[in-house]
C-alpha cells in the first residue's frame, strides 16, 4: 500500500513527499496538474534543493508523478492536453492604473522572478501580473534592465544588521560569519541575484554595499593593507556569489529537461562508468567507488564548510597582522 502519511521522525524529503502525496489522494493535484517545483518546494518547507529533489524523486518511484519536457512535474495519469486557444489579455483596469507604483511594479516582478526565474521577466509580463496597459510601467521604470537593477537593491535590502551592541557581535568572525550568511539566505531566497553580477563586474547598488560594508568593517582595524583587506572581502563574497549560481542554473536545467539533477546523473551513468573502467583516474575512481549511495551534492553544508575553512585560513593573516603592529 502506498504511504500517504510522514512522521514527525521521517527525513524531510519524505515528509515532503507526503504532503504532496495527500494533495494528489485529496484531488487538490488533480492528473496532468504541476506539483511544486523544486524551487517552490525548497521555498515552502525551507529546505535545500537537493532534498526537494529528493521528494519529487520518490513521487516518480511511486509512479504519482512524471517530468514532462518543457512542461515539468505534473500527477500522472493524463497525456498532455491539447494547447489552449490564446485568450486576449484582460483590458486594464483604470482603477489599477492609479494605484500602480514604483514599489509595487518591482515587488510584482520580484515575484515573478522569484517563481519563474529571471528569463521569464518582461515589462509586459510585469504589467499583465499588475492588471494595467502594458506601457503604463514605463512611466516609473525607463527599461528592463533598469527594473532589474531596482529589484536587486530591493532584494539586498531584505535583510541588514545590528547597528551597535548588544546585538552586533565584537570579534571579526563572527561579524563576517554574520555578513556570509545573511547573504546566502537572500541568494537562497531569490536565486536569480547571483546571475547578475561578476568579480570583475560588479553589482553597484546600495543596498548589496550595505553587506560589504559590513565585511569591510569587520575586517577594518586589524593591521592590514588596503589591498589585502580587499582582497579577503572580494574572496569571502566570490565564496557565497560563487555557490549561490548554481542555484538558477540548476532550476534552469530541470525546467529545459525535464529532468531532476538525480535524474540526470543517472542518463550519465554509462557515461560515468566509461570514465571509471578507463584507469586514467585512479584517485577519482577511488573516491566515487567509496560511497555507499552516490554523492550528494549539498550546497548548504557545502557553503559552511567552505566559509569555516576560509575563515580558519584567514585568521593567521587577520590576526597574524593585528599582533604585529
Known sequence: MTKTTGTAGDPPYLRIAAAIRRRIAHGELAPGDRVPSTRQIAAEWGVALATATKALTTLRLEGLVEARPRIGTVVAGTTPAAPARRRPPPAPDPEQEQELSLDRIVRTAIEIADAEGLPALSMRGVAARLGVA??????YVPSKEDLVLRMADAAFGEKS??????????DWRTRIELGARTLWSLYRQHPWLAQLGSLTR????????????????????????????????VLLYSHVQGLAVHLEMEAHA????????????DSRAPALQELVESGRFPAFTKVVGAFEDGYDLRLDALFEFGLKTLLDGLTSIVEGQEAAT
Do not use: C
Open 134 to 139: 502594458a506601457m503604463s510601467t514605463y512611466r
Open 161 to 170: 544588521y545590528p547597528a551597535e551592541a548588544p546585538d552586533a557581535p565584537e
Open 202 to 233: 560588479p553589482l553597484l547598488v546600495p543596498n548589496l554595499m550595505v553587506h560589504g560594508e559590513w565585511v569591510l568593517s569587520a575586517l577594518d582595524g586589524h593591521g592590514l593593507d588596503p589591498t589585502t583587506l580587499f582582497d579577503i572581502h
Open 254 to 265: 530541470e525546467a529545459a529537461t525535464g529532468q531532476s539533477e538525480d535524474q540526470w546523473m
